[in-house]
T-cell receptor, first 115, second 113 residues
Framework: DGGITQSPKYLFRKEGQNVTLSCEQN?????MYWYRQDPGQGLRLIYY???????QKGDIAEGYSVSREKKESFPLTVTSAQKNPTAFYLC??????????????FGNGTRLTVT | DAKTTQPPSMDCAEGRAANLPCNHS???????VYWYRQIHSQGPQYIIH???NNETNEMASLIITEDRKSSTLILPHATLRDTAVYYC??????????????FGKGTLLTVNP
């Protein structure tokens, strides 16, 4: 079955360490996205990418970095500069950025805890 | 993107229809209404979307008022597995930054036995 795979499901890190969250999709989608969700809150966009080797900042990009070297992969690095990294991170993809009827498909998330 | 307003929570009896409202009074003519839901600790799941006309698929029906300022998501026969947070989003279908979907807090629907 096609879908989006995020790994690992749970991740624990010490403060001051960088950590990379994996996101892989086999849906042949052009666009990919990273969202952050805090308890009781909606989703906030961190970064998005419409094509390979190109990406744009979302609403809360500070302290995060991404790369898009392959169409199917969009890893997110949470750097030590991110003040409050503990959160639920969601990756999503869509067939064509902005096209009608192209809803987002989400992975099942990575819960990051930094102590 | 236009903002949306949803009630924070709703209850529904199992087997009955669940009607989830959404206000989007500032919606523009080229903005679509999308509904997603999120079961606890999982990623959001797409349900349905529409522009002007009512829409139906295997999961739900979407009723959009004639002035497009509000809509209702209908789950015709709610089950316990439908307990989730439901998000109503409006956005333009187009390229570039139009994909900055904004998810509010949504409506927590609790289906009771």
């Amino acid at each position: 079955d096609g879908g989006i795979t995020q790994s690992p499901k749970y991740l624990f890190r010490k403060e001051g360490q960088n950590v990379t969250l994996s996101c892989e999709q086999n849906l042949n989608h052009d666009a990919m996205y990273w969202y952050r969700q805090d308890p009781g809150q909606g989703l906030r966009l961190i970064y998005y990418s419409q094509i390979v080797n190109d990406f744009q900042k979302g609403d809360i990009a500070e302290g995060y970095s991404v790369s898009r070297e392959k169409k199917e992969s969009f890893p997110l690095t949470v750097t030590s500069a991110q003040k409050n990294p503990t959160a639920f991170y969601l990756c999503a993809s869509s067939p064509l950025a902005g096209a009608v009827g192209s809803p987002l498909h989400f992975g099942n998330g990575t819960r990051l805890t930094v102590t | 993107d236009a903002k949306t307003t949803q009630p924070p929570s709703m209850d529904c009896a199992e087997g009955r229809a669940a009607n989830l409202p959404c206000n989007h009074s500032t919606i523009s003519g080229n903005e679509y209404v999308y509904w997603y839901r999120q079961i606890h600790s999982q990623g959001p799941q797409y349900i349905i979307h529409g522009l002007k006309n009512n829409e139906t698929n295997e999961m739900a029906s979407l009723i959009i008022t004639e002035d497009r300022k509000s809509s209702t998501l209908i789950l015709p026969h709610a089950t316990l597995r439908d307990t989730a947070v439901y998000y109503c989003i409006v956005r333009v279908a187009g390229g570039g930054s139009n994909y900055k979907l904004t998810f509010g807090k949504g409506t927590l629907l609790t289906v009771n036995p």
